[in-house]
C-alpha cells in the first residue's frame, strides 16, 4: 500500500490552504484583544505550526480537512521556533474531530489508538489511547499509559495528563519505579547538546548558501543534493532563489527549511556523504538500529556539520 511519507503539511492547511508558504502565514489577534499569560493564541496547537506524516492510509475531505489515518502512523509536529523541539507522534490509528461547520479552521480533538507514543521533550509517554484536546491544551493518556524521562522512570498510572499551556504532567492512581532526588543533594545530568538550528549557527551564510545551492543543483552525489531531494518544490524554489547577502527575514526562511530535514530519517545515504570524515558521535549514531527523534536531530545536525565545515557551528561543544 502506498505510503504517505513527509507531507510537511501547514497546520492551518488542514482546513486547505497551500501547504507550503513562505513566510508563513500568521494568525492576528483581533484589535483590543489580548491572549492571557501563559496562553498560545488561536490557531497555534499549542506552539506547533507544521508536521510531517507518514501513514498506510488517510482520509480526508475534498477541503483538506484530514478524518482519519491508519495502518501505522508517525506524525511529528514541527514549530517556527527553533527552540521548541518537534513533536514526534505514533499510533495505529488517528481520528481528527473537527468544530461545527464555521467555528473554526483546526481540529478541537485528535484522537489517538493503538500502542500511542509522543516523545515531548525528554519525555515519552506510551499508552493504548490518547485524548488531545486543543482547545484545552491537554493531551489525556488512557489503557495502561507509562512515562519515561531522564527525571521520572517507571511511572504507570490508570491515566496521564500532559498540559501543554503549563508545561507539566499529571498522574492519577499508579506508581514511579524511579525518581531522582535533584535539588536534595544529588547531581542533576547536564543538558545534551543543542540539535535544531538557529540563525546564529549558520557562522558564514554567504559560503553556506553557495555551497548548498552548488552541490543541491550539481550532478555529483553530494549532501545539499540530498538536502534538496528532501525538500518540496516550493522549498527548493525558496532555498535556491535565497541572495548571496540574505536579509534576517531570508535566514530565518533557511533556517525553518533546513530543521525540516534535521527531523527526517532518510537524510544519510552513504553515497552523499562518501569522502566526508564523519565525528564519532555520528558514527555511533549511524551504528544504531533505531534512534529517537531526539538522537535522529543529532545525528543529522552532525551531518550538516560534516557537509558544511566551518559554516556551522557545531553542536557538541555547546
Known amino acids: 500500500m502506498t505510503r504517505y511519507i513527509g507531507l510537511a503539511v501547514l497546520l ?21 484583544q489580548k491572549t492571557p499569560a501563559g496562553e498560545q493564541p488561536a490557531g497555534s496547537l499549542s506552539g506547533y505550526t507544521a508536521m510531517s506524516v507518514d501513514a498506510g492510509y488517510v482520509a480526508s475531505s475534498l477541503t483538506g480537512k484530514f478524518e482519519v489515518m491508519k495502518d501505522g502512523v508517525r506524525i511529528t509536529l514541527l514549530s ?111 543538558p545534551g547538546p543543542v540539535t535544531q538550528l538557529n540563525v546564529d549557527d549558520i557562522t558564514d551564510w554567504p559560503a553556506f548558501l553557495a555551497a548548498i545551492k552548488d552541490q543541491g543543483q550539481g550532478e555529483k552525489p553530494a549532501p545539499g543534493k540530498r538536502i534538496f531531494a528532501l525538500l518540496d518544490g516550493k522549498a527548493q524554489k525558496a532555498l535556491a532563489d535565497m541572495p548571496p547577502n ?45 534512534r529517537s527523534v531526539q538522537e535522529q536531530m543529532g545525528l543529522n545536525r552532525l551531518l550538516l556539520e560534516a557537509a558544511f565545515p566551518g559554516m556551522i557551528a557545531g553542536s557538541e561543544a555547546r
Not at 473554526?104 to 488531545?132: C, F, H, M
Open 246 to 290: 540574505p536579509t534576517p527575514q531570508d535566514k530565518d526562511n533557511a533556517v525553518k527549511l533546513l530543521n525540516r530535514v534535521l527531523v527526517n530519517p532518510k537524510l544519510y545515504t552513504e553515497d552523499m556523504w562518501n569522502g566526508l570524515k564523519l565525528p564519532q558521535a555520528a558514527t555511533n549514531l549511524l551504528d544504531k538500529s533505531a
Open 80 to 190: 517556527n521556533d527553533p527552540a521548541k523541539k518537534p513533536l514526534p507522534i505514533t499510533a495505529n490509528e488517528v481520528h481528527f474531530v473537527w468544530p461545527e461547520k464555521g467555528a473554526g479552521n483546526q481540529p478541537s480533538r485528535i484522537l489517538l489508538q493503538g500502542k500511542v507514543v509522543i516523545e515531548y521533550s525528554d519525555t515519552i509517554v506510551r499508552a493504548e489511547k490518547a485524548d488531545w484536546d486543543f482547545e484545552k491544551g491537554l493531551l489525556t493518556f488512557t489503557g495502561s499509559p507509562t512515562v519515561d524521562s531522564p527525571e521520572v522512570q517507571g511511572l504507570r498510572g490508570e491515566k496521564v495528563v500532559l498540559n501543554f499551556k503549563e508545561d507539566r504532567f499529571e498522574m492519577f492512581g499508579g506508581t514511579i519505579k524511579n525518581y531522582p532526588l535533584v535539588g536534595m543533594g544529588a547531581v542533576p545530568e547536564p
Open 12 to 32: 492551518a492547511a488542514l482546513c486547505g490552504w497551500a501547504a507550503d508558504r513562505t513566510p508563513p502565514v500568521k494568525q492576528k489577534t483581533p484589535a483590543k
